[in-house]
């Protein structure tokens, strides 16, 4: 059986199959601490797409530090907000 991790957007109502976890200081700026927010949902309140300087230590964020990298070296001026790790769970 596949081990899967599935989470529950609390803004957009849709399961992901993975999530990032931002400083504790910006993710106070835009939610409660209990409160699971996706990439999509996390940049719309920010108002900005996710930066590597967004990004806690946490173990979790390995890949995401990873993708983000590479996305800011090929297209560090682009606004738009993306879903680079594609963690939208069809229903």
Partial sequence: MKNTYNFMCKQCEINHRASIMLNDDL???IS????GLCLLCIEQRLNRRITMKDLSPAPINQTARIILERLEKLNPKTE???DPFNTLVEK
């Fill in 27 to 29: 993710w106070a700026t």
């Fill in 80 to 82: 738009e907000t993306i």
């Fill in 32 to 35: 409660v601490k209990e409160e």
